[in-house]
């Protein structure tokens, strides 16, 4: 009995430990209020402090990542617990109005993290996925007024159209109100031209048969001059790709490719001929888009071989639909990336089109050995190596 005794006092000191321990642990990270969005606000004003929200969706990788991640370390709960109230808003929850609250701030990407005072007035918001040292800096910059965003905000409605204050804005805005169109109109052609703007540019919300976006275009040249090629990738080449993809073979397609045409958009056989095969790759018609890949490849490849690598690209994104055993020349996807490595640099570090050629070719045992040898060669922690990783994962 004695020894029961013991045991079970044991036992007890054992589970005390381990549930101190534990809640040691949940302390380390952000502790998240569990009330709703107004109780919330009222905790904020009542200890007078500003209101972190994160505002997330079931289905964001990013925002999960965040939580499992980032909210629970020590040097982001030692921070944020002192300083804010902190809530969790899932947008798309059911039976809810978090999406009205989530539109009332004008929420377009998740996660979008957001400081609001005890009011609900906007103090500073932030977008995408952070690594703790990120996240506190960017929290930091909610007790400075010349760097948040609520000041940008209160700047551009006493009338300052400065640049700096204007791309802020709209970063936030995105152009939803519609004074994006008379802003533009109002600058001068130095002004329309400068790398500031085009970051405006890149961000809000323009109208793909508006004014802005046909000077946006026909200035592509010159744009591309103050702005990286992804900047203009996601500002003009992928919204006309869009359009093109999304009405290849609709009896509208004419009137966009038209459209483009009388813009004197240099490119614009290049994106008719791109929108054809990955028309037939939406379609699942590999025959299709074999021979369209081929016209592609004749008249575009010799002066930019990264196109081999992205018809490699656009097929693997596009595996889940797609029956390779049907493809009865898969093996030209090897001729493809042979022709891709012939301009991949000595030290470019892991050429997934490779892998993903060897893949989609039957070979497997071929890609695994390749995938397995840039593992050798690539760093822990980096991002090559994590997604190298889950490349290998998908093939067991």
């Known amino acids: 009995m004695k020894l029961f005794k013991g045991i079970e006092k044991k036992g007890i000191l054992t589970f005390l430990l381990l549930f101190s321990v534990s809640l040691g642990i949940k302390a380390q990270g952000i502790e998240f209020?569990?009330?709703?969005?107004?109780?919330a606000k009222m905790k904020a004003k009542t200890e007078n402090k500003p209101l972190f929200v994160d505002v997330y969706t079931s289905w964001c990788g990013p925002c999960k990542k965040l939580s499992k991640e980032v909210f629970p370390q020590k040097i982001v709960g030692d921070y944020f617990n002192k300083s804010f109230v902190c809530f969790k808003l899932q947008a798309d929850k059911k039976d809810s109005n978090n999406q009205e609250i989530a539109n009332q701030y004008h929420v377009t990407a998740y996660p979008t993290l957001m400081w609001l005072d005890g009011d609900g007035k906007l103090l500073h918001v932030s977008t995408g996925?952070?690594?703790?040292?990120?996240?506190?800096?960017?929290?930091?910059?909610?007790?400075?007024?010349?760097?948040?965003?609520?000041?940008?905000?209160?700047?551009?409605?006493?009338?300052?159209?400065?640049?700096?204050?204007?791309?802020?804005?709209?970063?936030?805005?995105?152009?939803?109100?519609?004074?994006?169109?008379?802003?533009?109109?109002?600058?001068?052609?130095?002004?329309?031209?400068?790398?500031?703007?085009?970051?405006?540019?890149?961000?809000?919300?323009?109208?793909?048969?508006?004014?802005?976006?046909?000077?946006?275009?026909?200035?592509?040249?010159?744009?591309?001059?103050?702005?990286?090629?992804?900047?203009?990738?996601?500002?003009?080449?992928?919204?006309?790709?869009?359009?093109?993809?999304?009405?290849?073979?609709?009896?509208?397609?004419?009137?966009?490719?038209?459209?483009?045409?009388?813009?004197?958009?240099?490119?614009?056989?290049q994106f008719s001929t791109r929108a054809e095969w990955m028309h037939a790759i939406h379609g699942a018609d590999l025959i299709a888009f074999e021979n369209a890949a081929k016209k592609y490849i004749q008249k575009f490849s010799t002066n930019n071989p990264g196109v081999y690598g992205e018809l490699i690209w656009r097929l693997w994104m596009a595996k889940d639909n797609l029956d390779f055993s049907t493809f009865k020349e898969r093996k030209i996807l090897l001729e493809w990336v042979g022709e891709f490595k012939k301009a991949w640099p000595e030290n470019g570090g892991v050429c997934f089109p490779e892998i993903f050629a060897h893949f989609m070719a039957g070979n497997i045992e071929g890609a695994k050995k390749i995938g397995n040898d840039y593992l050798k060669l690539t760093k822990d922690g980096s991002q090559d190596r994590d997604f190298l990783q889950g490349i290998l994962k998908s093939f067991e």
């Open 129 to 269: 996925f952070k690594v703790p040292q990120q996240l506190v800096a960017e929290a930091k910059v909610v007790f400075d007024e010349n760097r948040r965003v609520g000041s940008v905000i209160e700047k551009w409605h006493n009338g300052d159209r400065s640049l700096p204050v204007a791309l802020k804005y709209f970063a936030f805005d995105k152009n939803s109100k519609g004074e994006f169109d008379s802003y533009f109109n109002g600058l001068t052609e130095e002004q329309k031209l400068d790398s500031l703007t085009f970051k405006t540019l890149a961000v809000v919300k323009l109208d793909l048969d508006g004014e802005v976006f046909k000077y946006l275009v026909q200035h592509r040249k010159d744009y591309q001059k103050v702005a990286w090629p992804f900047e203009i990738a996601r500002a003009i080449d992928n919204k006309i790709d869009y359009e093109l993809q999304k009405d290849f073979g609709t009896a509208n397609y004419q009137k966009v490719y038209k459209k483009y045409q009388d813009m004197g958009f240099a490119d614009l056989d």
């Open 33 to 39: 209020f569990h009330g709703s969005f107004e109780e």
